[in-house]
């Protein structure tokens, strides 16, 4: 059930290939981003998305940025071009801490690894970011392990955006939770929340799903809570971008919502994410930066076609916060955990 989202092929001077997951579900189609300006766009524009999914990118990204200078170079200008494109690579997108958490992790390398030539710098990161690869798709194997009992046998599991296989480098994150479910041989239906205004739930989780035999159904955002009072939902399962200290998550826009409907129906609502993903230095999530995206993506439903008077003021945060005292669990790698458990256990 694994995707292969992303992955380097060749050595430092190599490529990433990806998924672009803007054509999807219609177009499955693999792209080579050879350049870091590519590689910028193609998180801006979401070719490439999700937080896990993000951060990996980011740091093959790190890996272009320095592939022309290795050559020419000396160990002192490749290390500060790692540090300029670490800078440029933070600019593509805001919220999920994961970007800068991997970004974080091949800078420190950089600085502190053993490497004494240019080139063995550009393996030695090459080799950091394959790891923080493959440490993911781990990652996503634990939560599935961790989260799979919670999925009562023929019961109703809502999700809303997509923390599946396309947005880690295996099987997800709360898609996870039901991969591993569904491996046990577990019937369930799940419900994917189209996901407005990019549609990562009808175009990615419903995909992601159907591919692997799950029962999917889609539904428009608006219908999470007609659902419920309708006894269809037994548990919600999303991701999270980033999670502060005190289990405050953050996710996409509308997560929050679903969790407010959750909570008056007494339906139990869960995160799955992985360690990259909480920010320990934010005490709460009123300090995560909420990404603002353009107003295309709200005013035209696809490109060209206006769904809203020209010139109107449109409001497009890309995520919300949920606060903690709506979230019945935190899914990761090392368990479940209340949210007041995370700080405690320095996860
Ligand atoms: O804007 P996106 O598509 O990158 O948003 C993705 C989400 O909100 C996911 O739910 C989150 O990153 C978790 S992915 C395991």
Redesign the pocket.
Known sequence: MATDTLRWNGDYNGQVEMID?TLLPTQYKTISIGDIEAMWEAIKV?RV??????GIAAAYGVILGIQKSVDSCSLDDVKQKVVQSCDYLATS?P??V?LFWALDRIKTKAITGNAATSQQLAEELLKEANAIRDEDAQMCRAIGQNGKHLIPDGGGVLT?????GL??ADY????AVMFAAHEDGKKFRVFADE?RP?L?GSR?TAWELQKAGIDVTVNCDNMAGWMMSQKMIDLVI????RIAANGDA????G?YSVAVLANYHNIPFYV???YS?FDMTLPEGSGIPI?QRDKSEIIEFSPGRRTAPHDVKVYNP??DVTPAKLITGIITEKGLFKPEQIAQNNI
């Open positions: 997951q979401l998305r999700g937080a896990p999914a993000i997108r919220t999920a994961n809303h955006c997509n923390a599946g947005a880690t997800g994150t709360a898609l996901t990019l990562q990615l999303v991701g999270a971008d953050a996710n996409k826009i997560t799955a994410a992985p993903t990404e890309a995520f």
